[in-house]
C-alpha cells in the first residue's frame, strides 16, 4: 500500500523534476504493457447534461473503432437509461460510479459543483453507495460490473481510505478500480496492485505538470481552468509520443458535456485510434497481477 510519505515525497518530486513522471511511467509500461496497447479512454458522467453529450460522443468513437468507459451514478443511469442503453449498443461500457447523484449544475456559472463525496461519509454510507450503484448496473445490464471509480478523483485517496476501498470492493469481487491522481503512476507504474486483489489504474497527468490530470474539469470548468488551448496541447503531446512509437500508459478523462460539441478535441481523440487499448475489461489487465 501506497503510504502518505511516498505520496507527499512522490508530488514534491513531480513538482520540481516534472520530467520524471513521463520518464518513469514511459519505463514502467515498456517492461509490463509490451503487447497490450496503452490508452485508455473514460468518461464520467456526473450530471444529467451529460447524457445525450455522452451518447453523441460514443456515436462518433463507434465510427473509430474506439471502445470507452462511462462511469455513471446509478441513480442517473436509471434515469437515463434509454440513452445509455444506447450508448451501450454503440460499444460503451459501464463503471461503478456509486449510486447517489453527486453533482450539479450551478444556475448563474452554468459549472459543475460537488453535492457529495465518500471523504466527508462515514464507511456504511460509501459502502453502501457502492453496492446500490453496482445493483443498479447489474438490473439494467444483466451483468455484474468489476470495474469501479470514485466520485471526485483525489478526494478519497488517503492510504487508509485506499485500502478500506480496495477489500471491499474484493467483497464484491471487484477486480479493477481506477481512482488515483497521477502521483500514484509515479510511485507505483501506470497500473499495480492496489491491494485485496484490486488493480489500480491511476488517472494521466499533464507531461509538463503531472500533478494536473488530463481532464476536462482541470482545462475546461474549474474557476481556475487551465483553457482549451492547454488541453489541446496536452492531448497533441501524449499523441505525439504514443505515435513516436513510445510506449505510454495512458488514463484519460472527460465530462462529455464539456467537450461534446467541441469537434476539434472529438478529433483528437479519434487520432488516438491505434493505441486505444479494448478496455479497462480487457481480460489481459486481470492477469497481469
Not at 456559472?109 to 448496473?137: C, L, M
Not at 480496495?166 to 507505483?188: C, D, E, Q
Not at 482545462?219 to 487551465?226: E, M
Request: charged fraction near 20%; include cysteine; glycine fraction near 8%.
Amino acid at each position: 500500500m501506497t503510504s502518505s510519505t511516498q505520496i507527499f515525497l512522490g508530488k514534491i518530486a513531480l513538482r520540481l523534476a516534472p520530467s520524471l513522471y513521463l520518464r518513469k511511467v514511459t519505463h514502467w509500461t515498456k517492461n509490463h504493457l509490451q503487447d497490450v496497447q496503452p490508452f485508455f479512454l473514460s468518461f464520467d458522467c456526473d450530471t444529467n447534461r451529460d447524457a445525450e453529450a455522452s451518447l453523441k460522443i460514443q456515436r462518433q468513437l463507434h465510427k473509430a473503432n474506439i471502445r470507452a468507459a462511462y462511469a455513471i451514478p446509478g441513480a442517473l443511469l436509471e434515469k437515463h437509461w434509454g440513452t445509455y442503453r444506447d450508448l451501450q449498443a454503440l460499444g460503451g461500457y459501464f463503471v461503478n460510479h456509486g449510486y447517489r447523484e453527486h453533482a450539479a449544475i450551478d444556475d448563474t456559472t452554468g459549472k459543475p459543483y460537488s453535492t457529495f463525496t465518500y471523504r466527508d461519509e462515514d464507511r456504511d454510507i460509501w459502502q453502501r453507495d457502492i453496492v446500490d450503484g453496482h445493483n443498479a448496473i447489474q438490473t439494467l445490464t444483466g451483468n455484474a460490473p468489476y470495474i469501479f471509480r470514485t466520485p471526485h478523483f483525489g478526494e478519497f485517496n488517503k492510504p487508509h481510505q485506499l485500502s478500506e476501498l480496495y477489500k471491499f470492493l474484493a467483497t464484491l469481487n471487484y477486480r479493477i478500480s481506477t481512482s488515483t491522481t497521477p502521483v500514484f503512476s509515479y510511485i507505483n507504474g501506470g497500473m499495480y496492485g492496489g491491494g485485496a486483489g484490486i488493480i489500480e489504474i491511476p488517472l494521466s497527468g499533464s507531461i509538463a505538470r503531472p500533478s494536473q490530470l488530463i481532464d476536462s474539469w482541470g482545462f475546461l470548468s474549474a474557476p481556475d481552468a487551465l483553457g482549451r488551448n492547454a488541453l489541446i496541447r496536452e492531448l497533441k503531446s501524449y499523441l505525439a509520443t504514443l505515435s513516436s512509437g513510445s510506449k505510454l500508459l495512458t488514463n484519460i478523462y472527460f465530462d462529455p458535456a464539456d467537450i461534446a460539441d467541441d469537434q476539434e478535441i472529438l478529433d483528437l481523440l479519434v487520432k488516438f485510434e491505434p493505441h486505444c487499448n479494448s478496455g479497462y475489461d480487457n481480460p489481459t489487465l486481470g492477469k497481469m497481477y
